[in-house]
Structures are given as structure tokens and as C-alpha cells.
């Protein structure tokens, strides 16, 4: 069995004296891992970090074996282990990814996106609100994707001010009645016409939050969501709060 294809590297881990297993996220392969020999030398390891696109090719007897990579460097992305908050979002989308995807089953869109997202990290622009669209791509992409068109009480497409818990279905202030205290506030970031005062950023993560945990963390993993999205979260409220 063998592939050849580029990949961005999601994660390492150390395998006998000298290798490392990584994974990787490719457009046509999904999350992917091998063995790397020889890996864990100076020169081969700084190739092998995080967020680094290679060039692989994925050899293996059988195709349920873990099998080997021979990987050439395509792109290091220096620039996110230079800057701490872009070193967090690295963290945390990697962690997501290698924590959510399914091995092996290629998500296209994902990958594609997962990129633009890396290079606007390193640009050193402001993300925040395009990793809060990789999230709500996560949740689609794992099936439990939100719907924002319209209110599931009314129908309406206007005045869309919340999301249910449950569903994660948009819901109207007509809609919501008495129940909006047990909603999430929709901001206008994520289509809402709610007055949001600076918190759109915040109630946006706090909605994919949500349903990260509620459905991919409890549903899927039957564990919580790694800590790195935790760290990145106080980050990107924090410069949020200063900016």
C-alpha cells in the first residue's frame, strides 16, 4: 500500500530510540499516522513540529498497518511558534483535529480551511473570528452542524437572536417567549441581531463550545475536550478585552 500527498503536521510522539510517530491532516487521506524513522534527530525534528506542511509519501504492506512516511519540508510556519497567542491557536487546532477526526476519513474542506486558518495565524492579522468559523466547520463536518437560517419556533429569518442548547437551531426573540433565558445569545458575528457590547467574540465561542463538548467531546469521545482550547479561549478573550 502507498500514498503520496502534502499534509500539515497535527501531532508528534516519540517511538523507540530514534523514531516518531506523527500524524498528519491531508486533504485526500484525513488524519493520518505513520512512522517517521530516524525522526527524532536534531535536523529531522525541527521538520517534524506542529503546523509544518511536508511533502509525504505513506508506504505500508497493509493498509491497516501504521506504516512509514518519508517526508520532505514544504513549509515550517516559524512565524506561530514566534507569537504565544498564534502558538495557542496551533495548539488548539491541532489538538481538536487529532482529538475529533476519525482516522483516515478524509475531510477535504476541513483540511483546506484548516490551512487558511494556519497561514492567517502566522500573518499575525486578527483571527479570532475565522477560528470561530473553523469551529462551527468542526461541528458540521463531524455532523453536528449548527442551523442559523431560520427560527425553529416561527420559522422566521429575521430577528434571530439565539441558539437552543439542544438543537442548535436558531431561535428568534418572538420565538424564544419565555424560554430565552435557558437559550444561548446569538451575536451578530454568527448572523444574530442581538446588541452584543463587545461580546460577540465570546458568546461565539461559548455557543461552539457548547456543542464541541456536548456533542464531540460526550458523544464521540466519551472524554473532555483537550485543555488547549481552554488556553486559547482565556487568550482570545483576554486580547479581545485589551483590544
Known amino acids: 500500500m502507498e ?40 535536523r529531522r525534528a525541527a521538520m517534524l513540529q506542529p503546523g509544518s506542511r511536508l511533502q509525504l509519501r505513506w508506504r505500508a504492506r497493509r493498509d491497516d498497518q501504521l506504516g512509514t512516511f518519508t517526508a520532505e519540508p514544504l513549509r515550517a510556519r516559524a512565524g506561530l511558534l514566534a507569537d504565544p497567542l498564534a502558538l495557542s491557536g496551533l495548539n488548539a487546532v491541532c489538538a481538536l483535529l487529532s482529538f475529533a477526526l476519525p482516522e483516515r476519513d478524509p475531510h477535504p474542506r476541513l483540511a483546506e480551511q484548516t490551512e487558511a486558518l494556519l497561514d492567517a495565524m502566522e500573518s499575525g492579522g486578527d483571527w479570532a473570528a475565522r477560528y470561530l468559523l ?44 419565555d ?20 461580546r460577540g467574540l465570546q458568546e461565539g465561542l461559548a455557543i461552539t463550545g457548547h456543542f464541541l463538548e456536548s456533542r464531540i467531546a460526550a458523544e464521540l469521545a466519551g472524554r473532555r475536550l483537550p485543555a488547549a482550547r481552554d488556553r486559547l479561549m482565556r487568550r482570545l478573550l483576554a486580547a479581545a478585552e485589551q483590544g
Open 3 to 42: 500514498w503520496q500527498a502534502d499534509g500539515t503536521v497535527i501531532a508528534r510522539r516519540p517511538f523507540g530510540e530514534n523514531g516518531v510517530i506523527i500524524e498528519v491532516l491531508t486533504a485526500g487521506q484525513g488524519r493520518h499516522a505513520g512512522l517517521v524513522p530516524g525522526g527524532a534527530s536534531r
Open 134 to 177: 473553523w469551529e462551527m466547520l468542526l461541528l458540521d463536518e463531524m455532523g453536528f452542524g449548527l442551523d442559523l437560517s431560520r427560527c425553529a419556533v416561527t420559522g422566521a429569518r429575521e430577528g434571530l437572536a439565539y441558539v437552543s442548547p439542544r438543537s442548535g437551531r436558531a431561535v428568534s426573540r418572538q420565538g424564544a417567549g
Open 179 to 198: 424560554w430565552a433565558d435557558r437559550l444561548l445569545p446569538l451575536p451578530a458575528l454568527m448572523g444574530g441581531a442581538g446588541d452584543n457590547r463587545g
